[in-house]
């Protein structure tokens, strides 16, 4: 008896490091997201649909999600159109010096890969290096965020019956502050751009904004937002990449991209 107790008590060692060692399965809402720039690509993975998108070309790929093959430091999707691998190995996106929990590669068509950051966003220390999308202006809902809860982001139907690629609306609402002190804004018309101080999350951009002069049906987010930027603000950040832009001029509701 005691040499049988001795052997059955390692294999039940491991049997518990093992159930200790496999990772929980992810909840339903779960929401792997990856990014990269030079070019600007991003890259979500959820239980149904896996979207990657070229912000430089404007080019968008949404398929179901495939199952995952897993190897000893990460783990590979392979689609359609998209093959992806994400390797758990600490990667900065090149932007900023924030630190996130993976490396990152995904090959189009079987095409030269695109290679970023994924997991956890790390909590970042200023706006610094930070793009974030506009979901509503002094309280009203912006076309990107209408899109998102009628989950068509990443899908441009439009686009799609016309046999040619129109702008998304996720792309035409955008706010970002490069590390080199360059702002960049759409805010579904014409492209903002001016230089930008920050101490920390307290920003102030410089004025006038240049901007392109197209004529859009649809102007009041733009107008309404400018006001906004005209003055000096702040961001708070919220639970789940979400962040509340705030000054004199109005408040902006913001989700972060990277």
Same mark, same amino acid.
């Given at each position: 008896?005691?040499?049988?107790?001795?052997?059955?008590?390692p294999a039940l060692l491991l049997a518990a490091a093992a159930a200790l060692a496999r990772p929980?399965?992810?909840p339903s809402n779960y929401q792997y997201r990856a990014s990269g720039t030079e070019p600007f690509w991003t890259l979500t993975i %959820?239980?149904?649909r896996l979207v990657f998108t070229d912000r430089g070309t404007g080019t968008s790929i949404s398929e179901a999600t495939p199952s995952s093959a897993i190897s000893s430091n990460g783990e590979s999707y392979r689609s359609g159109r998209l093959a992806i691998s994400?390797?758990?190995?600490?990667c900065s996106n090149g932007m900023s010096d924030e630190t996130y929990g993976d490396t990152v590669e995904v090959s189009v068509d079987g095409g030269k890969p695109y290679r970023g950051c994924g997991g956890v966003f790390a909590t970042p220390r200023?706006?610094?290096g930070t793009s974030w999308q506009v979901l509503a202006v002094n309280g009203r809902d912006t076309p990107a965020a209408r899109r998102q809860r009628a989950g068509m982001a990443g899908v441009d139907e439009d686009g799609r019956r016309r046999g040619k690629r129109q702008p998304r609306?996720? %792309?035409l609402y955008t706010l970002s502050f490069d590390a080199k002190g360059r702002f960049t804004g759409l805010l579904g018309c014409n492209r903002l751009s001016s230089r930008y101080t920050a101490n920390g999350w307290n920003v102030s951009v410089a004025q006038p904004l240049a901007a392109t002069r197209k004529a859009c049906p649809d102007m009041s987010f733009e107008t309404s937002g400018s006001g906004?930027?005209?003055r000096p603000f702040a961001v708070q950040l919220l639970e789940n990449e979400r962040g509340t832009l705030t000054g004199a001029g109005g408040t902006m509701a913001l989700r972060r991209i990277y």
């Amino acid at each position: 008896m005691p040499r049988t107790s001795t052997l059955i008590a390692p294999a039940l060692l491991l049997a518990a490091a093992a159930a200790l060692a496999r990772p929980a399965p992810p909840p339903s809402n779960y929401q792997y997201r990856a990014s990269g720039t030079e070019p600007f690509w991003t890259l979500t993975i %959820d239980p149904a649909r896996l979207v990657f998108t070229d912000r430089g070309t404007g080019t968008s790929i949404s398929e179901a999600t495939p199952s995952s093959a897993i190897s000893s430091n990460g783990e590979s999707y392979r689609s359609g159109r998209l093959a992806i691998s994400v390797t758990h190995t600490d990667c900065s996106n090149g932007m900023s010096d924030e630190t996130y929990g993976d490396t990152v590669e995904v090959s189009v068509d079987g095409g030269k890969p695109y290679r970023g950051c994924g997991g956890v966003f790390a909590t970042p220390r200023s706006i610094v290096g930070t793009s974030w999308q506009v979901l509503a202006v002094n309280g009203r809902d912006t076309p990107a965020a209408r899109r998102q809860r009628a989950g068509m982001a990443g899908v441009d139907e439009d686009g799609r019956r016309r046999g040619k690629r129109q702008p998304r609306a996720e %792309d035409l609402y955008t706010l970002s502050f490069d590390a080199k002190g360059r702002f960049t804004g759409l805010l579904g018309c014409n492209r903002l751009s001016s230089r930008y101080t920050a101490n920390g999350w307290n920003v102030s951009v410089a004025q006038p904004l240049a901007a392109t002069r197209k004529a859009c049906p649809d102007m009041s987010f733009e107008t309404s937002g400018s006001g906004i930027l005209a003055r000096p603000f702040a961001v708070q950040l919220l639970e789940n990449e979400r962040g509340t832009l705030t000054g004199a001029g109005g408040t902006m509701a913001l989700r972060r991209i990277y």
